[in-house]
């Protein structure tokens, strides 16, 4: 691709437009539209490799004698310790140094840890391999983020953004289904390997044919793109934004839910809906002549149901906030607002049926609802702070978002959980201790309606969390409209 593919504006009006992105056009449509599609795939392999842990936590606890702490501790905070502290250096490098190498190198130190984690052979292994992906998933979205701002005008970043943000439900969701599947087949260290390897090779596409737009950009344009600024000046801006700690905070709250969730969704399932979910796999081997486990069953459906519809809920929230975003700025923090409320009663209900398939169907709601706040938060993010900024930024953005979400959310959910199982338990005689592994046959019964029943509470509970989203939210609409800046 040429230089002469796009011709530059009149090196007059370059200043104008330096404030919102390569308004030059460093790009061609087509190749952009190559660039947006490698990243958001870049990004499902993101969170397949984060995720995938999810569906199978109850193998990996029963093969390993976990309690539920640890499946929060090796799916939460183990990850988001390093991962987000991590962030923030890493963005800085991005401010000036090459984004696709950077993020090319980071896709391949994850997709190998990942790829460990199936060598693991206790709860310590999995923890510092957990580590290792986060070490490396730190350095993918700050600089995409970053890359896409450059990509696209104003008026369609948020689109853009939740374009790439597909890559949070489409990546859950073949994990969920390919994760479950192979575990099923083969057990859940297959899983891991078959998850990592495809990211060695994505990784080397990366580096050789993903575009850094800095490289087209005129001198003019190309001293005020890479112009550093000190991260004392950066935090200051960032300090003085009050729509930025406010939607920060909102949506590390929203991330505290959905975290939190997610690696318990299949366990629930497991716990509560057993039986049900055993005669499902029998009846779709006997339909389909293909053998099917209870595993691979609630992942699937788990796929089909949550993670299309998240699929769908990332991309309405772009299009609807750019939409009436472009008559009043407000509904980028007024869309992800309304939805936060909606959700509680939707999910409560879902998760307090008998029947495992209205429930499932019923998930499917607050999947959709759920997601509308990535690209209006995101969007948001990168708007009010100047374009040497943007990468900081989104690593401050995803530091809150992860620390106090992915960090504490599935901690939280396990410790709840685990507490809340003790208390019926206890009603019964019994102790944690009598539900491990040399379980007596007579407290199964007992143990099993404790542990659904602490985690159905747990989930619960933690739901209500979407209450304060929602004050957050609201409050950003005072601010938002006056400090926008490109």
């Known amino acids: 691709m040429t230089d002469a593919a796009v011709p530059a504006p009149p090196e007059s009006k370059l200043a104008d437009r330096a404030d919102d992105g390569p308004g030059i056009e460093p790009l061609s449509k087509g190749f952009r539209r190559y660039a947006l599609w490698t990243l958001m795939i870049i990004y499902t392999l993101n969170f397949l490799d984060r995720q995938i842990v999810n569906i199978l936590a109850e193998p990996i606890k029963?093969?390993?004698?976990?309690?539920?702490?640890?499946?929060?501790?090796?799916?939460?905070?183990a990850f988001a310790l390093f991962y987000t502290v991590l962030g923030i250096p890493i963005a800085r490098k991005a401010e000036k140094s090459n984004r696709p190498m950077i993020i090319g190198t980071a896709l391949a130190v994850w997709s190998g840890f990942t790829m460990l984690?199936?060598?693991?052979q206790n709860f310590w292994h999995l923890v510092?391999?957990?580590?290792?992906?986060?070490?490396?998933?730190?350095?993918?979205?700050?600089?995409?983020?970053?890359?896409?701002?450059d990509y696209v005008p104003r008026d369609k970043r948020a689109s853009a953004?939740?374009?790439?943000?597909?890559?949070?439900?489409?990546?859950?969701?073949?994990?969920?289904?390919?994760?479950?599947?192979?575990?099923?087949?083969?057990?859940?260290?297959?899983a891991f390997l078959v998850a990592g390897a495809p990211g060695i090779f994505l990784a080397l596409l990366t580096v050789f044919t993903l575009p850094e737009p800095r490289k087209k950009l005129t001198a003019i344009m190309a001293a005020k793109a890479t112009a550093s600024v000190p991260l004392r000046e950066a935090m200051r801006v960032l300090i003085s934004k009050k729509t930025f700690w406010l939607i920060a905070f909102a949506a590390a709250i929203k991330a505290f839910i959905g975290y939190g969730h997610a690696p318990f969704t299949a366990s629930f399932f497991f716990r509560s809906h057993a039986g049900q979910i055993a005669d499902l796999s029998a009846w779709i081997t006997s339909v389909t002549g293909f053998s099917i486990g209870p595993i691979g069953t609630v992942g699937v459906a788990l796929s089909v149901v949550s993670g299309t519809a998240?699929?769908?809920?990332?991309?309405?929230?772009?299009?609807?906030?750019?939409?009436?975003?472009a008559r009043d700025l407000r509904a980028y923090v007024i869309v992800p607002a309304i939805a936060s409320l909606i959700t509680i009663p939707i999910y409560i209900t879902a998760v307090s049926v008998p029947s495992a398939t209205v429930a499932l169907i019923l998930l499917a709601l607050p999947a959709i609802i759920g997601s509308l706040w990535y690209g209006p938060v995101y969007a948001t993010a990168q708007s009010i702070v100047q374009p040497q900024m943007r990468a900081t930024c989104a690593a401050v953005l995803l530091f809150i978002i992860n620390l106090v979400g992915l960090g504490l959310?599935?901690?939280?959910?396990?410790?709840?959980?685990?507490?809340?199982?003790?208390?019926?338990?206890?009603?019964?005689g019994l102790t944690a201790a009598d539900c491990g592994k040399a379980m007596l046959e007579a407290n199964k019964a007992a143990c099993g309606v404790a542990q659904a029943e602490g985690l159905r509470w747990a989930l619960i509970v933690s739901?209500?969390?979407?209450?304060?989203?929602?004050?957050?939210?609201?409050?950003?609409?005072k601010s938002i409209r006056e400090e926008m800046v490109s």
């Open 117 to 120: 984690c199936g060598f693991a």
């Open 161 to 190: 953004i939740a374009f790439y943000s597909i890559g949070t439900p489409l990546g859950s969701l073949i994990g969920m289904a390919m994760g479950g599947l192979i575990a099923d087949a083969y057990g859940w260290r297959a």
């Open 310 to 325: 998240g699929v769908l809920g990332v991309w309405l929230g772009g299009v609807i906030a750019d939409k009436l975003g």
């Open 62 to 77: 029963k093969d390993l004698h976990l309690a539920d702490w640890q499946l929060g501790m090796m799916t939460g905070l």
């Open 128 to 149: 510092l391999a957990r580590i290792g992906v986060g070490v490396g998933e730190a350095g993918c979205t700050p600089p995409a983020h970053s890359l896409i701002t």
């Open 409 to 428: 959310g599935p901690l939280f959910v396990g410790i709840l959980s685990d507490l809340w199982a003790g208390g019926i338990l206890q009603q019964t």
């Open 463 to 477: 739901m209500g969390f979407n209450v304060l989203a929602f004050a957050l939210f609201w409050m950003a609409r």
